[in-house]
Each structure stands twice: as structure tokens, then as C-alpha cells.
């Protein structure tokens, strides 16, 4: 199966292959360059074919729900939206649960992406003893949703933490043990500070603009991103960096620790499109991790950014997130871009190829003996102009980057590992008609590289031709 990507205008139609998406494509542009466009021809082609469609963007893009939600109604689809900024006149807003899918060590995982990575010895012993705590916590209100089939959200989970003897009390009936170590944190005074500070810091994103949201209670619109997939949903996470940069960080890490734990949990290869727009905005090791573990699995992942370099020059770690990220796709499509070292990187991805450079030189004088005089009259002692050509094998990107720089709106390099490591410039198509495609030049047929060469040879050998005419002639 395969997504057209290439408008009316371009001079072929250019599909990309699903079994390429499989090995994971990435597609950066600058603001108004086409990058979201591109992005949506993927969507639609999911959509239209009745797959599952998981969108992460970074930058909480609204107009994002209008066009995916008429994408979604055109084809008859349920579509799901979760918010850092809900409003009740937001269609398909859900609610959002983590505790859907995973195990008890899976659901640990997942709060504890809630909470600031240690710096130090010091704060590696307190986030330590966090995991621990919640590692209990887990496992008590995961051995209870198995035994009792009662559903656990945030808000449930919080409302334990909050009143330590009920949770106890709940620990009896599953696990005795368990109860005895929930006990003696609560009761000691220094770890029953950390249980206090866990409590506070889960109430920032239970009691937000968006907490409610992370309760189901009441709510028949949830999100349950396992059975999105198996069902062939359209679910839609719009974070905001700007107005919320550590919350839509940390809401994005536990969103994508759900879906590694969904596609691991698949017993069979199940084809699922997963982009993640903007993703430097919340780029952290386990995207990276996740796109590349569940390949097998059947992600099929689409990577957006306005830029590469922007993004490594914000830490170390996302400078080695953004490589991870390079070097896992096999596919990319390029859109302009301002930075000059993101025109330089993908030009580098591209490659470079060998390519002949020829001159000729014009001597007024006869040439000396240790040269080769290409010329020669029957009298060696006549003073005429003498000529030699020269040939050079240079190496040269594919593609230029100030070809890359320069690209109109909705231009775009293609470049394909998989297939055959062609890059072409083409016109993408405008998944929703709203503008005109700007029309490109008819490409000569190609012509394989015996022919190239030969005219390039031809035209030295005319051009030396012409030469001796002259000479001859003087």
C-alpha cells in the first residue's frame, strides 16, 4: 500500500510505500514551508484506508482539530482530542487515560514521567525512594483493577495518595505485604515527607486548566490508546510548548510510554501511522527508544520539525535525542529551511556524488617538453598558440544547500534509503485543494550515466575540434 504525496503539477507521481514508513521518515520545514501539509497527506492516506493514526504536536496547533476532524468525518471515522488547553466548544475533546494499558511496572513508569529526571547523588537518592513508593502504589492499585475489573486513572490514584490509610486499608485485600511497606513509609517521618512531596506534585497536573481531562469519572469519551489502535482511531495530543513547556514535556513522555507499552504488547505486527510533529519541544530518550523498538511492532512513525539545529543546540541531550532520530529514519522529505547548518545536515544526508570537471587551457607560447602538447605542427619551431584539456574528478553534495534554502512553499526534496537513494524535487500535493500549485517544468527524459558521458565527451572533443580549426587556420 502506499500514500501519493507528489500534486497534479509535479512532472510524475512520487508514492511513498507503507513498508518504507515502517522504517520511519522524517520531514522538517520551516514555518509556512509545507511541512504540515506533508504531514497530512500521511494522515489522509491513514484515514482513508481505515488505519490507526496517533498525532503528537508540539506546538498545540488548533486549526490541527478542524483538519483532522473533517478528514475523519470524510471517511466516517471516530477521531479523539486531548488537550494542554480544553474548551467545552472543542469537538471530540476527551479524556485521557494512561492506566489503560501496561502493567504495574508500566504504570510506575509512566508517573514517574511525570516527574524531573535526578541531577545529582542527592536527587538520585530521593528519586529513588519516589520510584519505590510508587512502585507500591502500582502494584496495589493494579492487582485490585485486575481482581476487580474497577478502572484507574490519575485522579483515582491521586485520591489514594491522599489519604494514606484508605490506601493501606486497599493493600490488605491484595497484598499483605505490600500493606506493611505502605505503612512503615507513612508512618516514618522522613519517608512520609517524600510521600508528601509526591502528592504535591501529581496535584500540579490533577488540579491544571487540563486536569480534568485525566479523570474518566463520568466521561464517555476516553481515550484508551490500545484500543484507538486496535479499533482504527483517530486520536489527536495537542501540546503547547510555549505556554506550557515542562507540562507538555512531561505529558509527552507518559503519552509515548503508553504507546511503547501498547505496541509491545501486541502479539502480532499491527500497522499503526505515529507522527510526531515538532517533537523537539518535547523530545526526550524514550522517543527515540519507542520509534525505534516498535518498528517490528508495526509503528510506523512520521517525525516533524521546523528545525534539526535548533533543537540540538537546546541540551546535549536533546543534541543526541535529534541524531538517534536522524539515523533511525530511512526517509525524508525537505522542506526550505532558514539554517544555513540544517541545509548543510541534509545535504550531508543526501550524499555526495563524483563528478566530472573539464577545462582547457590556451597557451600563446609553445608549451614545454614535459607537458602534453596537444597540438603539434608539422613545424616544431613555429611559435602558435598551443591548448591542453584538463579532467578532474570532484565530489559534490546531490543536492545543494542553497537549493534547500531556496525551495518554494509546498516544494520538497524527496530523499529514500530504502528504494533507490534518488533525491528529487517535487510539488507535494495539497491534501485539502485550498491553493493553487505552482507548476513545474516538464524534466527531460533521464538519460542512464554511458549516455551522459558520452556527451560529455562529445562536447570536449567539438570543443578541441574547433580549436585545431583555429590553429589550423592562423
Not at 490541527?64 to 466516517?76: F, Q, R, V, W
Not at 554511458?450 to 567539438?462: C, H, K, P, R, T
Amino acid at each position: 500500500m502506499t500514500t501519493l504525496i507528489s500534486a497534479p503539477s509535479s512532472y510524475r507521481n512520487i508514492e511513498m510505500s507503507d513498508e518504507e514508513l515502517n522504517q520511519h521518515m522524517l520531514i522538517i520545514g520551516t514555518t509556512g514551508a509545507g511541512k504540515t501539509n506533508t504531514i497530512l497527506n500521511f494522515v489522509d492516506s491513514a484515514i482513508l484506508r481505515n488505519l490507526p493514526c496517533i498525532y503528537l504536536d508540539g506546538k498545540g496547533s488548533v486549526d490541527l482539530i478542524d483538519k483532522l476532524g473533517s478528514l475523519a468525518t470524510k471517511y466516517n471515522r471516530v477521531f479523539k482530542v486531548f488537550t494542554l488547553r480544553p474548551d467545552e466548544n472543542i469537538p471530540n475533546l476527551a479524556a485521557y487515560n494512561t492506566f489503560s494499558a501496561g502493567n504495574a511496572t508500566e504504570w510506575k513508569n509512566r508517573i514517574m514521567s511525570l516527574f524531573a529526571e535526578a541531577q545529582g547523588k542527592g536527587q538520585e537518592h530521593f528519586s529513588l525512594a519516589e520510584q519505590n513508593y510508587i512502585n507500591f502504589v502500582s502494584n496495589v492499585l493494579y492487582q485490585h483493577s485486575q481482581k476487580t475489573g474497577h478502572t484507574v486513572d490519575l485522579k483515582i490514584l491521586l485520591s489514594f495518595l491522599e489519604n494514606p490509610d484508605l490506601l493501606e486499608k486497599l493493600a490488605n485485600t491484595v497484598d499483605p505485604i505490600l500493606a506493611g511497606k505502605l505503612e512503615k513509609i507513612h508512618n516514618d517521618k522522613e519517608t512520609k515527607h517524600m510521600a508528601t512531596d509526591v502528592v504535591r506534585l501529581l496535584e500540579l497536573f490533577i488540579y491544571s486548566s487540563y486536569g480534568g481531562l485525566l479523570s474518566t469519572d463520568g466521561k464517555s469519551n476516553i481515550i484508551n490508546l490500545r484500543e484507538s489502535i486496535l479499533n482504527n482511531e483517530v486520536v489527536l495530543f495537542l501540546f503547547d510548548a510555549s505556554a506550557y513547556p515542562e507540562d507538555s514535556k512531561k505529558m509527552a513522555k507518559m503519552v509515548i510510554n503508553d504507546i511503547n507499552s501498547c505496541f509491545s504488547s501486541f502479539r502480532e505486527f499491527t500497522k499503526c501511522f505515529c507522527i510526531f510533529d515538532e517533537f523537539g519541544s518535547y523530545a526526550s530518550s524514550n522517543l527515540a527508544e519507542t520509534i525505534s523498538l516498535q518498528r517490528s511492532q508495526g509503528m510506523h512513525a512520521i517525525i516533524g520539525t521546523q528545525s534539526i539545529t535548533t533543537v540540538k543546540l537546546k541540551s546535549s541531550e536533546t543534541r543526541r535525542i535529534a541524531e538517534e532520530l536522524i539515523a533511525c529514519c530511512n526517509s525524508f522529505i525537505i522542506h526550505r529551511v532558514n539554517h544555513a547548518d540544517d541545509a548543510e545536515i541534509f545535504a550531508q544526508v543526501i550524499g555526495t556524488k563524483n563528478s566530472a570537471e573539464y577545462s582547457t587551457t590556451i597557451y600563446d607560447k609553445p608549451l614545454n617538453s614535459n607537458k602534453i602538447d596537444i597540438f603539434r605542427r608539422k613545424n616544431e619551431n613555429e611559435d602558435l598558440p598551443r591548448a591542453i584539456g584538463n579532467m578532474s574528478i570532484v565530489e559534490k553534495y546531490k543536492i545543494n544547500p542553497e537549493e534547500i534554502k531556496t525551495l518554494k512553499q509546498g516544494e520538497a526534496i524527496i530523499y529514500r534509503k530504502v528504494t533507490n537513494n534518488e533525491a528529487i524535487k517535487i510539488q507535494i500535493r495539497d491534501v485539502f485543494g485550498l491553493a493553487k500549485a505552482p507548476e513545474l517544468p516538464k524534466l527531460p527524459p533521464r538519460r542512464n550515466p554511458l549516455q551522459s558521458e558520452l556527451i560529455i565527451w562529445g562536447a570536449v572533443a567539438i570543443g578541441i575540434l574547433v580549436l585545431i580549426i583555429r590553429c589550423t587556420h592562423t
